[in-house]
């Protein structure tokens, strides 16, 4: 048992460093991003070339340059938005001042409506082959006119918006090859109409080192979501195996973020709905909450807060709810709306789940540090990305990648959590079953050791008939009696001397078969002992196991009828069964009962000790096999109503 917390310290931390790894790997990727801002200085430095049709500077390239630039040093973007036409648009080329730098600012606005950006590339001397990237899969429709030398040569028509198969290049990037003849200057205009931001990471690429830096990114793509369908795919048959709700909710979860993954990728769109870009548009504002939902059930099951909060619980469930409602409708909602919607529902429901996980952590609740430190990864990365992407931060990475690291590091974190509960679980099961076999073993020796002393009465019996008729009656009584003593074993309360919980379910379904066959009212009385725990606490628990017996001696006490049963329910609680009894009866012998007990007067070591009861009251003719148990737990909310109404009082099961 020691060792258990060093070994669930080792797999948090195994999975840390894998998740460290894939950080690794994905700063690998973006470090190009430094190296191209690094050397963009270096080509400022060269000779540019302007011409009368465009004022921007031109990128001047030679087969000494890098191979690959980040182009946002040369982008400019058009003043208006009104222009729909390229036409129109190089009527304002003779007017600098309609285009101005590419800036932050204009990257961290929100919807792109006819927006036009441009940059140029000039080649004096060699042949050259290029390749243009824009590395944001979820630009909804993008329009790229390529001029040489002021000709217009090509126009190309992309976007999420469109069907994949339209892409100059199947790639979920949105590429452009082009060559390049000494002495040509190449202009390029992109008509952008996008809903979200306008983040426009163009690259220049030459085609070697794109094909090896693609591979390196699908790569990295292809380990983090083959570590979420593993993950999602292992939960999911734990599920069915065990038919646990925590392993189906975090299974749905991982399978929710996983099409997010994807889709943010692009590789959703590439491979699986190429020809449905609604489908694409969609998908991810939809997703976005049933990934939510999902992680508030699973945080209500991994966290038992049905058992620890219940305030937490029903906050989680109304949010949950909300996230449902949210996914049904977020399509028909402006855009605007939704990323309002969306924004705020992330953050709120982010930081519930990480206040809940904290509190539960000061109150000691199992591997609920581990669930807090998967939720603040998550919450961390999302804000970095958030800052990255709208602007606010500059560092030289993708915006994407915090999140993927920080996504990656909670789920598997949970799935540790995930684990060290399973595990839990398993061992609790383990002990129940040993003792349950202790306790059949033990029964079984009952048995056998009754069957021998039965065998050696029979085969004295058997030589002794004629003769000794007499002592074959009395040694026969004196086997009853040992039977029914045996039997009455089984039944007894060790502590209290009443019938236990076993006898009382049997009697239970005995008496409620006997009331539905003859049409008479069956009672069912719940008493619990009032503030218990103080007892133990004060005066230890000597003295709660005598103030229980106590107790149950005055209830018995009570009960005149052979008919009538009382019980150790289980712990400070006593049921009693009053066949043939209706609600007026049985509370007039509960207010008896309760009366009585407040009466007593204990002295525990010179100390006296109160005793109170609450007691809950539920009778009705019984009408179906399942109505003796629903009578039960109508007398169960009963007493906690009467706990509530606060306690040394008779509550009767009311259904309003």
């Keep these: 048992m020691p060792r258990a917390p060093l070994t669930h310290y080792s797999a948090i931390l195994l999975f840390s460093l894998f998740s460290l790894l894939f950080c690794a790997a994905s700063m690998a990727i973006d470090h190009d991003y430094v190296q191209s801002q690094t050397q963009v200085s270096a080509i400022n430095n060269q000779d540019v070339v302007d011409t009368n049709d465009h004022k921007n500077t031109p990128l001047r390239l030679t ?22 036409e390229l036409a129109t648009l190089t009527l304002h080329n003779n007017n600098k001042q309609n285009w101005h730098k590419f800036t932050e600012a204009d990257m961290r606005s929100i919807g792109a409506k006819n927006t036009w950006v441009s940059f140029s590339i000039y080649n004096p001397n060699d042949q050259l082959s290029r390749i243009i990237a824009l590395d944001n899969p ?10 040489v030398d002021n000709d217009l040569k ?17 790639s979920n990037l949105f590429l452009y090859p082009f060559d390049m003849k000494p002495g040509e200057l190449h202009t390029f205009y992109f008509k952008i109409n996008n809903r979200g931001t306008l983040n426009i990471p163009l690259v220049l690429w030459s085609k070697n080192d794109f094909s090896h830096a693609i591979e390196t990114q699908s790569l990295v793509h292809g380990l983090q979501i083959g570590i979420l369908i593993a993950i999602s795919l292992f939960s999911l048959f734990i599920a069915l195996a065990s038919g646990s709700f925590s392993y189906s909710y975090y299974c749905g979860y991982v399978m929710s973020l996983t099409i997010i993954v994807t889709s943010i990728y692009g590789i959703s769109f590439q491979y699986i709905w190429p020809s449905l870009p609604g489908l694409q548009q969609l998908i991810i504002p939809m997703m976005i909450p049933i990934a939510l939902a999902f992680a508030l059930m699973f945080t209500e099951k991994v966290m038992q807060l049905k058992y620890h909060n219940k305030r937490m619980l029903l906050m989680g469930r109304y949010l949950a709810v909300y996230c449902v409602f949210l996914s049904l409708v977020i399509s028909f909602l402006n855009f605007e709306v939704t990323i309002y919607l969306l924004g705020v529902s992330i953050i709120l429901i982010s930081f519930t789940l990480i206040v809940f996980s904290i509190i539960q952590v000061l109150k000691g609740t199992k591997n609920a540090r581990f669930h807090a430190i998967g939720r603040i990864g998550l919450f961390a990365g999302s804000l970095i990305s958030a800052l990255i992407y709208l602007g606010h931060i500059s560092w030289q990475i993708l915006p994407q990648t915090p999140i993927m690291v920080g996504l ?9 959590v995930l684990a060290m509960r399973y595990n839990d679980e398993r061992k609790a099961k383990l002990q129940m079953q040993k003792k349950a076999l202790e306790q059949a073993v033990r029964l079984q020796q009952n048995r056998d050791e009754a069957l021998r002393a039965e065998a050696q009465a029979n085969e004295r019996l058997e ?8 002592e074959l009656e009395v040694t026969l009584r004196e086997l009853n009696e040992a039977n029914q003593k045996l039997t009455q074993q089984n039944t007894i309360d060790s502590l209290t001397g009443v019938k236990n919980r076993s006898a009382f379910d049997k009697r239970l379904a005995a008496e409620g078969r006997i009331s539905r066959r003859q049409q008479t009212p069956l009672a069912i009385l719940m008493i619990d002992i009032d503030k218990f725990k103080d007892i133990n606490d004060q005066h230890g628990h000597l003295a709660g196991d005598h103030s229980i017996k106590v107790i149950a001696t005055t209830i018995s006490d ?12 289980g712990g400070e609680e006593f049921a009693i069964i009053l066949p043939n009894t209706d609600s007026e009866g049985a509370m007039q012998l509960a207010e008896q009962v309760r009366l009585a007990i407040s009466k007593l007067s204990i002295d525990w070591e010179n100390n006296p000790i109160p005793l109170f009861v609450s007691i809950g009251v539920s009778a009705s003719v019984i009408e179906t096999d399942e109505h003796p148990t629903l009578l039960l737990e109508q007398a169960d909310k009963a007493l906690y109503q009467a706990k509530r109404n606060g306690r040394n009082q008779v509550s009767l099961f009311s259904s309003e």
């Excluded at 087969?63 to 729909?84: A, G, P, Q, R």
């Design 63 to 84: 087969e000494s340059s890098i191979t690959k630039i980040d182009l946002t040093d040369w982008l400019y973007i058009h003043n208006s938005n009104n222009i729909t």
């Design 138 to 147: 979820l630009l909804d429709r993008l329009k790229l006119f390529h001029l």
């Design 154 to 170: 090509n126009v190309e028509l992309m976007g999420d918006s469109l069907p994949f198969d339209q892409r100059p290049l199947q």
């Design 408 to 416: 990656t590091f909670e789920v598997i974190i949970m799935s540790a």
């Design 463 to 470: 030589q002794m008939v004629a003769q000794r008729t007499l």
């Design 558 to 569: 009570f009960l005149k009828r052979p008919t009538d049963l009382v019980s150790r329910f």
